[in-house]
């Protein structure tokens, strides 16, 4: 029983000490403008992905992205929109994407082509979030923010708006002075 008990033990310690499974945040998105992003090109800055469609009730909350990308920019934040169609809301193209938010809400955030973010077909970013965090988008606007360390500090559902207390004092408590 004893030797159980110690080899048991031992197990348990190996175990507890494997890492985690990180957030895959060199895996490339399509740009809206051409080529390519990757997280990791803002490592050591916290980024807030996000989930978009521009036919969805929240699209408005464009404006609070923009607005929120506006205030801390210049500290160091980074603010991502991940047009989805996983929910049946998106516009066909990413041409036609990125020209109703210039022209609906003045965007100038960064911005990924149209993006699976669930299931099967989910990009490696959003897959590895649901594995390591069990956070997958349950509808349009969530919205995950990573910490400069790459870990994740947030995420929340469609109903909290880009510039709720929540976010902004998880982004503020991030952000360089």
Known sequence: MRLF????????ATLIALPVAALDRAAPFG??????????????RPVLVVNTA????????YEGLQALFDRYRDRGLVVL???SDDFR???ASAEEVKKFCEVNFGIDIPMTTITPVRGA???????????????????????VLIAPDGRVAGTWGAMTRPLSGAITRQIEALLTE
């Open 89 to 91: 809301q998106e516009l």
């Open 5 to 12: 008990a110690a080899l048991s033990a031992g197990l348990f």
């Open 121 to 143: 077909q989910a990009h490696p970013f959003y897959a590895s979030l649901a594995a390591e965090v069990g956070f997958a988008p349950s509808w349009n606007f969530n919205k």
């Open 54 to 61: 521009s036919r969805c009730g929240f699209t408005s909350q």
């Open 81 to 83: 929109a991940v047009p």
């Open 31 to 44: 740009n809206i403008d051409g080529g390519e992003l990757r997280l990791s090109d803002w490592a050591g």
